[in-house]
């Protein structure tokens, strides 16, 4: 039932903007926190950033606050990452997750940052 599809990876040079999207499905996103996770390879995944049910609140990983801003539109039931001033310690695999009972994850996405 729960489904988490995401898209917009890619290849930038660093300093470029990326925005990730994640479409959501099989529950209810209004009333579901989410979270951007990220694995560089051969390192541990680690949280990003996420935000509230609602919206309203949000938090991010200290390597990428400033640059890295998480988003919900209720309308599409789609989750964002814009990503602006990528470095390439940004390149990773991005993935989509939301917690209910257990931790769901979509397939992830992969960015590369790279000149």
């Known amino acids: 039932q729960v489904q988490l599809v995401e898209s917009g990876g890619g290849l930038v040079q660093p300093g470029g903007s990326l925005r990730l999207s994640c479409a959501a499905s099989g529950f209810t996103f209004s009333n579901s926190a989410m979270s951007w996770y990220r694995q560089a390879p051969g390192k541990e995944r680690e949280l990003v950033a996420s935000?509230?049910?609602?919206?309203?609140?949000?938090n991010y990983a200290d390597s990428v606050k400033g640059r890295f801003t998480i988003s919900k539109d209720f309308a599409k039931n789609t989750l964002y990452l814009q990503m602006n001033g990528l470095k390439p310690e940004d390149t990773a695999v991005y993935y989509c997750s939301t917690f209910r009972l257990r931790r769901y994850w979509g397939q992830g996405t992969q960015v590369t940052v790279s000149s």
């Open positions: 935000i509230t049910s609602s919206g309203g609140g949000t």
